[in-house]
T-cell receptor, first 113, second 114 residues
Framework: AQSVTQLGSHVSVSEGALVLLRCNYS??????LFWYVQYPNQGLQLLLK??????LVKGINGFEAEFKKSETSFHLTKPSAHMSDAAEYFC???????????FGQGTTLQVKP | ETGVTQSPTHLIKTRGQQVTLRCSSQ?????VSWYQQALGQGPQFIFQ???????GRGNFPPRFSGLQFPNYSSELNVNALELDDSALYLC?????????????FGPGTRLLVL
């Protein structure tokens, strides 16, 4: 069965510091991987997705993620945090033959001034 | 803005009642998926509709049902509401049902069951 684990339910960084949000997946076949962001009282916005074209994926707002098959990971990074990055971040996996997104529990990112 | 709209934005119901939530897909999208997001949790897949037919269902009881219309808008119906049904309900539209297709989410409907 497919699953997603996000390590760390809360991550706190200072403004300007590196952001690293961890995501590990479990899948018997190569999956498609997604990162979404959710601001308070809003829906989910796509940050980036991996579809096997390239292992390093660049997304919006300066975020990027690297697919590492050997580690079954798809960690999200941003070199320099901004106050506006404070939100809930979700990693999700989807198989090629299904439309179902399987989400992790989410990581709340706090950015301190 | 994803172009996906949902109504109503908020809703309060009592146990045992029935509720209908609505979703308007992004222009050109023929697939809609519904998710339930309980407080502090990630979204859970309820079901997906592709060209008016159900195309997969998550671990939700039959009292959760849906429809997709010829214009690809959609409804989620929940009968016999329970307290645990209180959640944010999200719909997402996509261009197709294949795995690599991005799902674009609406703002959600927050349902409170008393």
């Amino acid at each position: 069965a497919q699953s997603v684990t996000q390590l760390g339910s809360h991550v706190s960084v200072s403004e300007g510091a590196l952001v690293l949000l961890r995501c590990n997946y479990s899948s018997s076949v190569p999956p498609y991987l997604f990162w979404y962001v959710q601001y308070p009282n809003q829906g989910l916005q796509l940050l980036l997705k991996y579809t096997s074209a390239a292992t390093l994926v660049k997304g919006i707002n300066g975020f990027e993620a690297e697919f590492k098959k050997s580690e079954t990971s798809f960690h999200l990074t941003k070199p320099s945090a901004h106050m506006s990055d404070a939100a809930e971040y979700f990693c999700a996996v989807k198989l090629s033959n299904t439309g179902k997104l399987i989400f992790g529990q989410g990581t709340t990112l706090q950015v301190k001034p | 803005e994803t172009g996906v709209t949902q109504s109503p934005t908020h809703l309060i119901k009592t146990r045992g009642q029935q509720v209908t939530l609505r979703c308007s897909s992004q222009s050109g999208h023929n697939t809609v998926s519904w998710y339930q997001q309980a407080l502090g949790q990630g979204p859970q897949f309820i079901f997906q509709y592709y060209r008016e037919e159900e195309n997969g269902r998550g671990n939700f009881p039959p009292r959760f049902s849906g429809l997709q219309f010829p214009n690809y808008s959609s409804e989620l119906n929940v009968n016999a509401l329970e307290l645990d049904d209180s959640a944010l309900y999200l719909c997402a539209s996509s261009l197709g049902r294949e795995g690599q297709e991005t799902q674009y989410f609406g703002p959600g409907t927050r349902l409170l069951v008393l």
